[in-house]
Structure formats: C-alpha cells, structure tokens
C-alpha cells in the first residue's frame, strides 16, 4: 500500500499519464472548435427565488445554508469541534457572500 499520494501516482503513471494529456488535448479542442453566440439570451432570474411561508427566497441560498448547517452538525456531534468551526467558518464566506450580493443588487436602481 503507498504511503503518499505521490508515490500511488507514480506507481500507477502509465494510467494518469494518457488521462492528462486526453484531458488537455479535449480542452484546446473544444477552446479552438468553439463558437460564439451573437444572440444574446435575457437572463431569467426569477427562476431562482422562490416564495415559502409568504417570504420571497433565493432557493441556491436556502439550499447551501442546509447543507452547512448539516456539516456543522455532523462535526459537531462527531466530536471534531475544532475542524468543524475552522470549515465551518471557511464554508460560511460564500453563504455570507451571496447574503451581501442580493442585498446590494436590491438596493441599486438599474437605469
């Protein structure tokens, strides 16, 4: 058994090796094949809220805001206090983030 993710890539290079090089080949393939589209699409962004219990949601926060707290719960009960409040912490800056950005959208006037 290796000891290190190193060593277990190593060991198996003849496997990752043609799964890298087939990975950059499709991505330059598909970055010079590729075409743009002239037509653009109005974005559709009531899709996103949802109303529950007479209050207007964002579904995408409501859904990362469970799965954080069912993180911190499991962490907690788990008995892992101290990588569950250093994750926690640092799964908590997008939920913040996405907090601060619909506030702010809402508060500025589109011309």
């Known amino acids: 058994m290796e000891n290190t993710v190193i060593e277990f890539i190593i060991k198996n290079i003849f496997l990752f090796l043609p799964l890298g090089i087939a990975g950059i080949v499709i991505t330059i393939f598909l970055l010079l094949t590729s075409k743009r589209e002239s037509l653009p699409e109005p974005d559709d962004l009531e899709a996103d809220y949802k109303i529950l219990f007479h209050i207007r949601m964002n579904i995408y926060l409501v859904i990362y ?28 800056i997008p939920l913040i983030l996405m907090i601060l950005s619909d506030y702010r959208t809402k508060k500025s006037k589109v011309p």
């Open 65 to 92: 805001f469970f799965i954080w707290i069912m993180v911190i719960l499991i962490g907690v009960f788990s008995d892992f206090i101290v990588p569950t409040i250093v994750s926690g912490t640092i799964a908590a």
